[in-house]
């Protein structure tokens, strides 16, 4: 379970997507919520941040992003992986009509409450951000696009503060990254360029 | 320097991108060319393979692109993690003006040849998406969004085959994930979901 989420600074929350994770993309309306899995996501600008998330026409997420106008991009762990799977190949709709719960309840998925109001937040996560989608017809419709604005941010500080990611000890909270078919690449550690002048590769 | 490109056929062509690596975008036209870095790219389609970009308005490679109504997207190494950031802090039309060489040859760079003429391919990367302009002047004008079709695909077979990553025994050419500021993380090891039926985590 999270301790009290830490906020990030607007200006940074695109470090919080910059390295690439699958996301859990949520959204709730009407009394109904749904959680889904998107590995097509990404910062889309700096301040005010936005994002842009592809979520296909058959989802339910997509159904309460249109209907609520907002929806909130959480960042799962490695420890969750199972989770993620399970929720990026599982309909919400279809659990809301045999069993009568939704995927929170079905997964006993603890949902946080944000700042904004935007949606549920997943527990367990390391990041957050609550966004407010800029409608664009054109992009929905095309192309599954969908772009918000970010406002506000979290992540949990074991993991990222001061606008870096820092893994070191805690290998369960490291980042999800999906190739295919529940196969994922888990994010590994840091390293810093140094600078480079032309021409020291030989080209100069 | 990098093997014959091995062709990845184009219905995997998203299984490049979708662990989100930090891309080097290329584009030629008339006689010039550039590279440039990016944090901000991912797929938005399966088939035809589509992805997304984001090209600040003050990058030169955009305006070729928009000439050519073509760009690349080479996926950088942690080998290349100095030239990466080189090339992402660098205006190449600085490069042109002042010193009369591109940042090609600047920085040493061998410009491959792809099979779609798109652009130039980044040597020594180990991904390339060869892409045709998806025209969206709103996109492009408002958020600085580029949409662009894969027209082929290529990886190296050391590290990308069958449609998987496979980095063990490779560490140098593990991608590159940016956070900020020249700060990266690198794609660690691959990891399987296992299924999970609903309630396994107590909800049910």
């Keep these: 379970m999270n301790e009290p989420l830490h906020s990030v600074p607007l200006e940074r929350a695109y470090r919080l997507l910059n390295p690439g994770p699958t996301v859990l993309v949520s959204a709730a309306h009407g009394g109904m919520r749904n959680v889904m899995a998107a590995a097509w996501a990404m910062p889309l600008d700096f301040e005010p941040p936005k994002v842009a998330v592809v979520l296909d026409k058959a989802t339910w997420t997509r159904e309460l992003v ?5 929806f909130v991009l959480s960042v799962p762990t490695r420890a969750q992986i199972d989770l993620v799977q399970a929720l990026g190949t599982t309909s919400g709709k279809t659990f809301q009509e045999q069993e009568g719960r939704d995927k929170f309840t079905a997964f006993g998925i603890e949902a946080l409450e944000g700042r904004a109001n935007a949606g549920p937040l997943v527990d367990g996560c390391v990041a957050w951000l609550e966004c407010r989608l800029l409608r664009e017809p054109a992009n929905e419709q095309r192309y599954d696009l ?3 604005e970010v406002l506000a941010a979290h992540a949990d500080p074991r993991v990222f503060s001061e606008g870096r990611w820092h893994f070191d000890g805690h290998d369960e909270l490291r980042t999800l990254h ?5 196969h994922f ?8 360029a140094r600078p480079l002048a032309p021409g020291e590769l030989g080209g100069g």
Excluded at 66 to 70: P, R
Excluded at 185 to 192: N, T
């Design 146 to 148: 969908f772009l918000g």
């Design 66 to 70: 249109e209907a609520s106008g907002h």
């Design 178 to 182: 999906h190739v295919a078919g529940g």
């Design 185 to 192: 690449l888990i994010i590994g550690d840091a390293q810093d």
